[in-house]
């Protein structure tokens, strides 16, 4: 269920917004912080068009299945993330 959101915390949450898209318009790529939304919604719509086309569905079910196919055992998430994060860490 939804908690209440204040007045501030809806403030504060517009400000953040503000604050991500303004660079963008502070480099001239954007005119205002209104189109930067827009592209970033327009963005968003873009991809839910591809992902529902047959040729997405296709692919990601032949995806699953080649994963499921896998004889490796599971490894989780948080196990993957944490030999991810080693690995790098060993790197530096």
Known sequence: MNKPVTIDQ???????????????????RFETVEA???????????EDR??????????????VAEADADPRPYVSMEEAFARVRAAAAQRR
């Not at 403030?11 to 917004?17: I, N």
């Not at 930067?36 to 873009?46: E, P, Q």
């Open 10 to 28: 809806q403030a504060a949450e517009l400000d953040a917004v503000r604050a991500r898209a303004q660079p963008h318009v502070d480099s001239g």
């Open 50 to 63: 591809a992902m529902a086309t047959p040729e997405f569905t296709a692919w990601l079910r032949a995806k």
């Open 36 to 46: 930067v939304l827009r592209a970033g919604l327009d963005a968003l719509d873009d």
